[in-house]
Every structure is written in C-alpha cells, then in structure tokens.
C-alpha cells in the first residue's frame, strides 16, 4: 500500500474541485466504511473507498488522483447504493477519473487505453465495432495475448462481426466529440 | 397498443445477438410495440462517463432528441448499463446549465423528458406475472433457475427506481410465472467483474467464479439473467473461469428472454439458443422429463 499520510500537504481547492464536479458534499462521509464493505473489488485495491473519501477531505490531491482503485472501479454502484448519508460515491470515483486522466496520472493505464479504444470505436462509426476496438486496444498496449483463446468461440458463434455497425450520419456523433473537445 | 423507442444498444448487434433477438420475440408475443430509434448511436457505455460527463450525456442526448420526435409512449432497454446511461442522462438534464451545455454539443434541442425503462420492468408493469402466466404453453417445468440481475438494472435505487436495489424480485417472479424453480440467490445483484476481463483477468474469474460456484452449489440447472455484460463473462468466459479456479462448471447461462420465449412457445432455433457458448441442451432436455421431476420433488 502506498505512503499516504499527508505526504502532499493540504489542497485546499482539491475538495471543493471534486465536490464541484461531482454535485456531492463529502463532509457528510463518517467513515462508516458502508461503501468498502460492499465494494466487490476492494481486495484488488491500492487504497480502499472509504480511505478515498477520508483522503479528499484531507485533501491529498496526489496520493488520491494517482491511486489504481479508482481505475479497477467497475462502476457497480453497491456504494452509492448503501451510503447511509446518500453520498454519490460511485460519482466520485468517475470525477476523480476524469481528474486523473486531465493531469496524467493515470495509475492503470490499460484501463485508459481500452476506454480510449472504446470511444474511439464510438467516434468513427456511432456505434462500437468491438472487432476493431480490440485491434486499436492491442495496438495501444501490446497485448496481443488479450483473450486470443476467446476469439474462435466468438467468431465460430457469429459473435464478433468483422465489418462495423456504421449509423447513416456518423458526422453527427463526429460532431459531438470535435465539439466537446472545443469546450475542453 | 403502447408504441416504445427501442434502443437496442450496440452489444445487440454482436456479442448479445441472442438477447436482441429474444427481446423483440418476447415483447411481441405480449404485445408490446417497438419501433426502433432510427440512426440510433451509442451511449459511450462506462467508457464515456469514466471519461467526462458532458460527453457521456451528449452521446446519449441524441438518442433522447431522435426518440423524442417518434411520438411515443417512451424509450425502452434491453441493456442495463444503456439503461443507466439513457436515465441519468435525462436526471441530470433536468438542470438548466447542463442541459444548455448537452444541447450546444449536440446542436438540437433536446427535451429528455420521456419515461425511460427496461424492457423487463416494462413487461412486469405491462403485463402481470399471472397474465404472462395465460400465455404460456411450454412450462419451464422442471427447470432450476438463480436470477441473476447483475449490478445495476436496479442501482443506484434514485435514478433507476425499479424493484429493490439489494433484493429484486422481479425476475424470480417472472420465471415462476413462466413454470421454472426459482432458488434463493445470493448473488442476485453482486459484481462479474465487467469489462476488467480484458485488463485484469483475474478480478473476473475471481467475481464471476463465486457466482458460478454458488449457482452450482445450490443445485442450479442454469443461470438466468437481464445483462449482456454478466452474460458473457459467465458463459464465454467459464473456460477461462474453469482454467483459472480449479472448476468444471458446465452452466448455461440463458437470457431471461430466452427462458420466457421458450415457455410461451417459441423455437430454440428462434430464440438463437445455438449463440451460448455452455451448451444448454443437457438442461433444456431434461425439462419436464420424468426424472428431472423426481428431482425437483
């Protein structure tokens, strides 16, 4: 587990940032641990959930952003759905993604990769051509080990198709992605 | 008859051809109409919304903006992460300065004020267990079934506001109504591991392991759930998940459309039985034979 304790001062401005971006008030975590007793990864951890939320309070803005939990994250929601002071924890972890990947201190980076690959796939066709964003993933990465022993099942089974599913106007999502990068 | 935009979600064109399929079977067999989003695209899925929120809603906005010019009676989802996708998005709409953003990205006016469900809570809501049950010719009898919801068909409570967030029924009462045994499942709604198959391995063999060793343990004939994401990892990946554990699950894991199709009368060969990857014939011949009744008594 990574040296935590207060290693990077106070960020002041780092609690609010988040509270801003996700819409939750994080002074109402009591540390109940709720949300680490539920969540199905926490044994994959670096820093456990409610550790998280006890550190953004603390405002530790390094050790927070450059941790792996928030990348091995499923999203599962038992979190949010169990916080007894309806703390959007699950919101959370997607904002400090989004902080993490601004600032480049993304701990997992074949997480990043593979979503990347994903969006990518969304870009140019509207819809993801799981095929091709496989391709783009092993090319990112180098894995090219990546479940090689589940694409004969998936082509035998007409699972993986090996031409895309482009929508008629994929100017119109090309559109939504130039345009939400202009806003970037 | 009740017209609904149906977003099918890109799965259903590949890795999930056989919930689509079922889907479309299921919901016309009990009357309810879809007409598909025209040009539909995708909802960026966790990708998006793990990446930034304006996005994510823009993605799906434009789905909302084209459904919202059909004249129906709302949009509905085999998919439960489009499901969160579509009905987050037209929560957090409700606020004016993001639904000024989400319209200046995706240049048209966006309403985001249609009912959003899935298709299973449509069906239930549509059509009680106990009128479902009239349609059925071909009981599941026989049939041990652990529903097995996944994640977030009812999570987070506030957004999806259907059945109950840590023991939902709605499927158990769907697949009594249909003949089937339904065992008590603990894992109804705990994590597969989801898309960290692909980076870490490990996590979902571990996760998606447990429910395969409960289910089997409960002396389950097979698997029955609403998400194409636990679907694949239980049934593509049970090699990976047998190589990795130590295990010999032969687990058919059906899509609960799948289930209800074959009940109300349809052909395997309609409802795309031949797509899962654990060979479900073992427990689809047994069902309703002699000895397999012996053992449900």
Request: aromatic residues 6%; positive net charge.
């Amino acid at each position: 587990m990574p040296e935590t304790s207060a290693k990077d001062g106070y960020n002041s401005t780092f609690l609010q940032q988040v509270q801003e971006g996700s819409e939750q008030n994080l002074n109402r975590c009591y540390q109940c641990g709720n949300c680490t007793a539920g969540c199905p990864l926490s044994f994959a951890y670096d820093i456990p959930v409610n550790r998280i939320m006890r550190m953004l309070q603390a405002g530790e803005r390094h050790a927070v952003l450059s941790s792996k939990a928030i990348w091995l994250c499923a999203s599962c929601e038992t979190c949010t759905t169990r916080c007894p002071n309806e703390i959007d924890v699950a919101r959370i972890m997607d904002v400090l993604r989004h902080m993490a990947r601004r600032e480049g201190l993304v701990a997992e980076p074949p997480v990043r990769h593979l979503w990347d690959a994903f969006l990518k796939s969304v870009e140019k066709y509207g819809r993801v051509f799981e095929a091709g964003m496989m391709a783009n993933f092993v090319g990112r990465t180098g894995r090219f080990w990546t479940d090689a022993d589940l694409a004969p099942v998936a082509i035998g089974k007409g699972k993986l198709g090996f031409r895309p599913h482009s929508i008629k106007h994929q100017n119109e999502v090309q559109r939504i992605f130039a345009r939400f990068r202009e806003q970037q | 008859m009740l017209q609904y935009a149906y977003y099918p979600g890109c799965s259903g064109l590949s890795s999930s051809i056989e919930y689509d399929v079922s889907t479309r079977a299921l919901c016309k067999s009990l009357g309810v109409e879809l007409v598909d989003i025209p040009d539909w695209n995708c909802c960026g899925s966790t990708p998006a919304h793990a990446s930034d929120h304006l996005l994510s809603a823009s993605l799906v906005a434009r789905n909302l903006a084209i459904a919202e010019s059909m004249g129906v009676a709302g949009i509905i989802t085999p998919c439960p992460s489009c499901l969160k996708n579509l009905k987050t998005t037209s929560l957090r709409m409700q606020r004016k300065s993001f639904h000024e953003k989400v319209e200046s990205i995706v240049e048209r006016p966006v309403r985001a004020d249609l009912p959003i469900r899935s298709v299973l809570q449509t069906v239930l809501e549509q059509c009680e267990p106990e009128a479902i049950a009239k349609h059925v010719s071909k009981p599941l009898k026989g049939l041990k079934v652990v529903p097995y919801y996944g994640c977030i068909m009812n999570r987070p409570p506030d957004v999806m506001t259907f059945d109950d967030p840590e023991n939902p029924t709605s499927l158990d009462r769907l697949m009594s109504a249909l003949g089937a045994e339904v065992l008590p499942f603990p894992h109804k709604v705990d994590c597969c591991g989801a898309s960290l198959g692909l980076i870490r391995r490990e996590l979902v063999t571990r996760l998606s392991g447990r429910i395969l060793d409960t289910a089997a343990a409960l002396g389950a004939d097979a698997i029955v759930t609403a998400c194409p994401m636990c679907q694949m990892n239980l049934d593509m990946r049970q090699g990976q998940i047998n190589r990795a554990n130590g295990t010999r699950h032969s687990m058919p894991v059906f899509y609960y459309t799948q289930l209800a199709g074959l009940a109300l009368g349809q052909s395997e060969s309609c409802l795309c039985m031949d797509k899962l990857c654990v060979s479900p014939s073992r427990a689809l011949s047994q069902m309703g034979t002699p000895a397999q009744e012996e053992r449900a008594r």
